[in-house]
Structures are given as structure tokens and as C-alpha cells.
């Protein structure tokens, strides 16, 4: 099984890299260096089966040249603009990073015949929903160009799986935490922690180990052309909680929380959703850390890491 | 009130034009004359307060440009692709022509200070579901490049209106008849009427007028930063009733009606669906023709104009 993995050197795609190797895949990862680091994947490069290539998978023509080298079973598409935050202020930021290189995986895909593929979605394409979301809710009125960067690149998904001959899984991710991240709802400087909003927007965080369960397991066991799933996990956290948690781990005494106000962190964050993922329950996934847990568990890695 | 009709000597634009000139307003009208023609505004064109342009809005730039010599008050953005036949074959086609003018519209009013828009959608959106559609429906799995377009056009939308302040009304449109029209799902010669598909599709047909009637209610009722209409005739039409009806009308005793087969029309095409306009109908909104008649109607029109 020969799979490309775009955005491999990012938070989440690194971590699937070391899955797939682990299960004996021959793994290509590529990665623009935008968000993803040399350092996420460095223990992997000696690897047999490891491929890394610098490659920006927006760039037209960038991914049939790799295409040409070798015929890949499928595509993982992890490769995004995943900090929300800086592209409320670009419109085109997300709009590349997230949408454009969704076009050029299925442009690869229908030129050199590469049959399946894995899309990293986001709870974010509903913007700001009322109720629990199910995979066949609606509406879909996203509030960020990351939400609508990601919706508009399922679209033409849904196109590639119903029309194109494809066969697509789009799994919808929570927010996820672990080392390897790159940003947050946290800044750290050592008398001072500044969160953005007023700390009350909740939400189910998930420990990077469980996603990759539930993207493993979707890949597995779907076979329809289009197959979307929620992933949460258990319970909800604030954002308040995090900023303590991270103050009893690494501050001082005296370090003070500061709050920006405001009942959001940025432009286009989502206050508050709730996932149905009964689906993906069903097929078995049951996450190992709870939301804060999970939070907890990130800090502890983080802390053991540096990074 | 200084409007500004994007693909305003198309089919739908060109109606349009024609009742906010009636309605004393300021109309710009552009279009890049891809489907649009000079002969649907030739009408308007020594009007006081029409103004035409040709202008191509996906062109980077284009829009900036004319948002500079006068300051409008809105965009009616009517350019697309409305040929979802063509654009099953061409990813790009249907994607600039209806997903990038929407961005190069929105990038325009947010440098110009321009504060509603109005976005002529689709059912298309929704791919084939098998229920009754609302404005909260989902799931929204479109399967043609039309409708993952329109759908991504929207998700922006959705953004402008709720993170960057401004009024944004949506009307998904069903399928539109009368003169002006551009292509179908019939193609006639002088013995043969050549039918798209085994002809059982089966849709509601809405008279031009209807809709336009339907656009500019929206527009007068809607204050909310995103509202969404479903919009839908009375009752349903098949393609074998279009086809009899032309053949009726034009074709010659010994005219053959000849079905290409399948489903449907062209891979995209969506064979069946059906819309709840009751938020719509809500408003005050009723059409004056029943989708059938809205089909005679269009080719007693026809016939009499020439196109």
C-alpha cells in the first residue's frame, strides 16, 4: 500500500505518518514547511518505506509532477491552513491552503488514476449550530474562511465520490490537542498567560492518539463513495479550564490569567458545538481520553517534549 | 439605488434588469457575454439609468476596478455557469465562473464598502436527496462542478454575512424557463427531437417572471446578515412532458422524439428533487404560472420571439 500524505510534517498528519508506517505502509509525506516542521517527522526519515518530499500541493502542477514518480493507492489530504485565527484575517490564506490544494489532489487523482482519499474536515463548515450536529445536518453557514475553505473543498469532494468514480471519507475533527501543535486559544509569556475571549467558549477537545484511531478505523471500513463522520470525544472543555491547567503545570505562583474578553477568541471562532458521533461509535471507536483529560494528557506531553 | 447586476444580459439577469429599471433603480450592468448576449438588453440600452459594461468578473481585478467609478448601494450577482452540462466536463469552468466571480464580488464589497448582496443559487447544492427540501436541510453532497460551485460561493457568503457585516440574501432557484434561455434538455432538428436521458426526470419548472418576483421579495424583506429561500413553482414536470409539448408546438407530424437513455441528462444531472417554499410562500409569494404552464409558456414565447 503506497500512500501520499500532504501536510505529513504537521501536527495531526506527522502522527498519522507514524500509524502508517507502523501498519507497513510506504508512506510519502509532503509538507510546504508552512505550519508542518522537519522536527514532527524527524524520527521517521530513516525509516524503510519513509519518503519525505518539500512539496506545496497548491501549487499547480506540484502534485501530478510527484504523481508521475510513483502510482499511489491513495491520498491523505492533512495539508491545511489549520490556525483559524490567522485566516480571519486573509481571505485567501485558507482559501488556498485548505480549498486549492483539495482541487490539486483531485485533479491527481482523476489524471493518474489514484482511487481513494482521506479528507481531514472540520466541525467548523457548520459554523454556529444550535442543536447536535449529525452527519446529515443542516444547515452549513460557516462563520471562518477556514470553515468555508473546508466546506467548499467537501463539495467538490462529494462531486469527485458521486460523479468522478471516487471514493472519498471525509471524518469532521473537534478540536484536537497534543504536542506537535502549532497554535491555540493560549499565549505564555512566564508572569502572564493571555487567553483570547472570556475563557467560557466550550468545546470537546480529542488527544491526538484517538483521532488517528477513528481515521484509521474510517478508512477501513468505508467503501461507500462518500462516507463523512463526526468525531468528538467524551465531554467538553472550557477554555477557562485549559488556561489553569496550563497555569498548575508550568507557571509561578504569581502568574496571572488574563482574559482579551469578548465572548469569542477571533473573528470566526466558534463559541460552543456539540457533535452527535454515533456513527463513528458504531463502528467501533470508543476515544481513551476525555476532553480534559485529553488537555491534560497534551500539557504533560508538551512539557516532557519542549515542543 | 445604484445596483450593480453581474451577468446581467444573461437569461435570469437580463429579467432582472429589465424590473429594477422599472423600479426607478440605477442598474449597471455587466456581463462577459459567455452565455449572456447583447440582444436579451438591447431593449434597455437608451434607458435613462441603464448602464452596460462588458466585464468579466472572475478576472482579478475587473470588479475593483468598476467599484471605483461609482459607489453602488448592491450586487445582484447573477454571472455563472448555468450550463451544468458543460461544466461537468471542465473542473474550471463551473469554479470561476460561479465560484471565483463570488469571491472577486465579495473582495469588491468589502474595499468599496458595499452592503448587501443578493446570490442567485440552486438546488444544486444539495446533490439527490431523497426528502423534501428546506433552507435547514442537509446533508448538502452536491454531484455536479455546478452545484459544489454554488455551494462553496455560498460558504463565503455565509462568512461575509456573519464575521465581515454584511447582508447577504440567497435564493436557491429551481429550474427557470422562458425565452432567453441559453440550453436545455432537449435539442431539436427539423425530423428528430433528440432528449437528454430516458426523459422520466422529473422537476418543478419555474416561469422566469415568478422567480424574478421571488428575488426582488427577498430583497425587500430580508434584514438578517444571511437568509436563505428556497424557491419552487407548483407541482412537476417530466422531460418526456417538455419534449411532447415542444414536438406539439413546433415539431412537424413526423417528428421522432429519440431518448439518449440512463437516469439521467449528463453525469451532474440530477434526476429528481423537490423543495419546500413555504418560508417563501410565507412572505407573500405566489407563482402565477404551475410548472407545466410555465413550460407552454415558455415556448409560446419562444416561437413568437425568435429566442
Excluded at 28 to 47: F, Y
Excluded at 74 to 94: E, P, Y
Excluded at 285 to 301: G, K, L, Q
Amino acid at each position: 500500500m503506497r500512500a501520499l500524505v500532504t501536510g505529513g510534517a504537521g501536527f495531526i498528519g506527522s502522527h498519522l505518518c507514524d500509524r502508517l508506517i507502523a501498519r507497513g505502509y510506504e508512506v510519502w509525506c509532503i509538507d510546504n514547511l508552512h505550519l508542518g516542521q522537519i522536527r514532527n517527522i524527524a524520527h521517521l526519515e530513516r525509516r524503510p518505506g519513509f519518503i519525505f518530499r518539500k512539496c506545496d500541493v497548491a501549487e499547480a502542477g506540484a502534485l501530478d509532477a510527484l504523481c508521475g514518480e510513483a502510482q499511489f493507492d491513495s491520498i491523505f489530504h492533512m495539508a491545511a491552513n489549520s490556525d483559524t485565527r490567522a485566516g480571519s484575517a486573509d481571505l485567501d490564506l485558507d482559501l488556498r491552503l485548505n480549498f486549492t490544494t483539495t482541487l490539486e489532489a483531485l485533479r491527481a487523482m482523476r489524471k493518474h488514476d489514484i482511487k481513494r482519499l482521506f479528507f481531514a474536515s472540520t466541525s467548523a463548515v457548520f459554523g454556529e449550530p444550535a442543536f447536535k450536529l449529525t452527519e446529515l445536518s443542516g444547515p452549513l453557514q460557516p462563520v471562518s474562511t477556514y470553515g468555508a475553505s473546508k466546506l467548499a473543498a467537501e463539495a467538490y469532494l462529494s462531486v469527485a465520490s458521486h460523479t468522478f468514480g471516487k471514493q472519498v471519507v471525509v471524518l469532521r475533527f473537534p478540536n484536537v490537542v497534543r504536542e506537535r501543535a502549532t497554535h491555540g486559544v493560549v499565549e505564555v509569556d512566564p508572569g502572564r498567560l493571555e487567553v483570547l475571549g472570556d475563557g467560557r467558549q466550550t468545546k470537546p477537545y480529542l488527544y491526538v492518539g484517538d483521532l488517528i484511531d477513528a481515521i484509521l478505523l474510517t478508512w477501513d471500513r468505508s467503501s461507500e463513495p462518500l462516507a463523512v463522520y463526526h468525531c468528538a470525544g467524551i465531554g467538553e472543555t472550557t477554555v477557562r479550564e485549559i488556561a489553569e491547567l496550563i497555569v498548575a503545570a508550568v507557571g509561578r505562583p504569581t502568574t496571572r490569567i488574563e482574559y482579551t474578553g469578548g465572548d469569542r477568541g477571533w473573528p470566526g471562532d466558534v463559541p460552543k458545538f456539540s457533535y452527535d458521533s454515533s456513527k463513528l461509535r458504531a463502528l467501533g471507536w470508543t476515544p481513551h481520553y476525555s476532553s480534559t483529560e485529553a488537555v491534560r494528557e497534551a500539557i504533560r506531553r508538551i512539557r516532557a517534549n519542549g515542543f
